[in-house]
């Protein structure tokens, strides 16, 4: 069994910050993608950040220059760096991989089970 486990949400002042962090365990033979999308109550899931495998990263328009996406490959973790947040960060944020968890097996897309992200004014 693979399992995404995401730590480090929390409550902040809007201004502040936060590092959340989803590290991949179990049957895995490799992590492809992996990345970070949020929900805010009532509206629907969206992309904040993806990083491949070799490093490439991608952000949603709503958090560029603000959060910075990075993996540890040895580790099957990926971060999420959150500066300057706005309470229209609020939000359940989620860890999204792509995942083979056999030698032989076809990839897979895992989902954490979330975090909460909560941003005062």
């Known amino acids: 069994q693979v399992q995404l486990v995401e730590s480090g949400g929390g409550s902040v002042q809007a201004g502040g910050s936060l590092t959340l962090s989803c590290a991949a365990s179990g049957s895995i033979f490799s992590v492809n993608d992996m990345g970070w999308y949020r929900q805010p109550i009532g509206r629907l899931r969206e992309l904040v950040a993806t990083i491949a495998k070799g490093g490439i990263t991608n952000y949603g328009d709503a958090v560029k220059g603000r959060f910075t996406i990075s993996r540890d490959n040895a580790k099957n973790t990926v971060y999420l760096q959150m500066n300057d947040l706005k309470p229209e960060d609020t939000a359940v944020y989620l860890c999204?991989?792509?995942?083979?968890?056999?030698?032989?097996?076809?990839?897979?897309?895992?989902w954490g089970r979330g975090t909460q992200v909560t941003v005062s004014a």
């Open positions: 999204n991989a792509g995942i083979e968890p056999g030698r032989w097996a076809s990839e897979l897309d895992y």
